[in-house]
């Protein structure tokens, strides 16, 4: 089992930025592919960016344009989003998952899911 506890969300004005972190503890850290999706109310819950278990390989969406960075920090058995640019359009509930292999749609056998945190942008 890995459970994993997202954290950072918050409300900024757009424009601005957040860091997204998310806790994994459980099995080893490193096993594991990250990922980052986001879902708004009345919405499917959509691809952000994924890392690959060393942290070399990353995958973005589209709609990310070069604002988002996604991280590892293994020592720390963290994964990270730096969120700059923000736009109303960015808010979201943000999900941490973990997974077998990142890929530029998420992460393959996304086996666990954290509980998400708010991001709200205001225009």
């Known amino acids: 089992q890995v459970q994993l506890v997202e954290s950072g969300g918050g409300l900024v004005q757009a424009g601005g930025s957040l860091r997204l972190s998310c806790a994994a503890s459980?099995?080893?850290?490193?096993?594991?592919?990250m990922g980052w999706f986001r879902q708004v109310p009345g919405k499917e819950r959509e691809f952000v960016a994924s890392?690959?278990?060393?942290?070399?390989?990353?995958y973005y969406a589209k709609f990310v344009k070069g604002r988002f960075t996604i991280s590892r920090d293994n020592a720390k058995n963290t994964v990270y989003l730096q969120m700059n640019s923000l736009n109303a359009e960015d808010t979201a509930v943000y999900y941490c998952?973990?997974?077998?292999?990142?890929?530029?749609?998420?992460?393959?056998?996304?086996?666990?899911w954290g509980k998400g945190t708010l991001v709200t942008v205001s225009s």
């Open positions: 890392i690959s278990w060393s942290g070399g390989i990353t």
């Open positions: 459980g099995r080893t850290f490193t096993s594991y592919a």
């Open positions: 998952t973990a997974g077998k292999i990142a890929t530029a749609q998420g992460v393959d056998g996304m086996d666990y």
